[in-house]
């Protein structure tokens, strides 16, 4: 079955640091969704990427969704200790409004 | 408006014992979802619905059953519980009406141990 796969699945940066986690869909996607969920919180709506090769930022958060439409990417800048939690990718499951959620990538940042 | 709730916020349950998850919406949408969230483990989609009266199973149905006679509610029941349905259980929903864009609102979760 379909697939969405994320690396990696966990990353441990200085405060300051940049951060990148990394989405794989088996199958071309239509849309992409990123999420993060704060350590004991639920997952709370971040973006949604659309179009091929689509950028957006949200201050110093960039989302990237691959020309093939298979593949995103998450970068923090500078990242800060309210950085701190799980980033998940999810690509729509087939069925209309179903999303595949990847596993995750826990960030953790030393001050 | 409240958003996602859900009740209990932790439940211990015993080898074989039933329960039932409670999960409400009070912003119109038409499509709900339960997942379950394992430790480590991203989400994944026991069953959905896209409006009332009308469910249908996601990835790990087995074990659970839903209902949906009111677009604000969607219980989620487990008969028969077992140790591997220890879990965290996230409901969600989300309001399509221009596909495909649709936000899911989470939530926030019930724990809930079998022992």
């Known amino acids: 079955g379909q697939q969405v796969m994320q690396i990696p699945q966990y990353q441990h940066v200085q405060e300051g640091e940049d951060f990148t986690t990394y989405c794989n869909s088996s199958?071309?996607?239509?849309?992409i969704q990123w999420y993060k969920q704060r350590p004991g919180g639920h997952p709370v709506f971040l973006i949604q990427?659309?179009?091929?090769?689509e950028v957006k930022k949200q201050k110093r958060l960039t989302f990237q969704f691959g020309e093939a439409k298979k593949n995103s990417s998450l970068h923090i800048t500078a990242t800060q200790t309210t950085d701190v939690g799980t980033y998940f990718c999810?690509?729509?499951?087939?069925?209309?409004?179903?999303?595949?959620f990847g596993k995750g990538t826990k960030l953790s940042v030393k001050p | 408006n409240a958003g996602v709730t859900q009740t209990p916020k932790f439940r211990i349950l015993k080898i074989g014992q039933s329960m039932t998850l409670q999960c409400a919406q009070d912003?119109?949408?038409?499509?709900m979802y339960w997942y379950r969230q394992d430790p480590g483990m991203g989400l994944k989609l026991i069953y959905y619905?896209?409006?009332?009266?009308?469910?249908d199973k996601g990835e790990v149905p087995n074990g659970y059953n839903v209902s949906r006679s009111t677009t604000e509610d969607f219980p989620l029941r487990l008969e028969l519980a077992a140790p591997s349905q220890t879990s965290v259980y996230f409901c969600?929903?989300?309001?399509?009406?221009?596909?495909?864009?649709?936000?899911?609102?989470f939530g926030p979760g019930t724990r809930l141990t079998v022992l």
């Open positions: 619905s896209v409006g009332a009266g009308i469910t």
């Open positions: 912003m119109n949408h038409n499509y």
């Open positions: 990427l659309v179009k091929s090769g």
């Open positions: 199958t071309t996607l239509s849309n």
């Open positions: 999810a690509g729509d499951g087939g069925s209309q409004g179903n999303l595949i």
């Open positions: 969600a929903s989300s309001f399509i009406t221009i596909p495909p864009y649709n936000e899911q609102f």
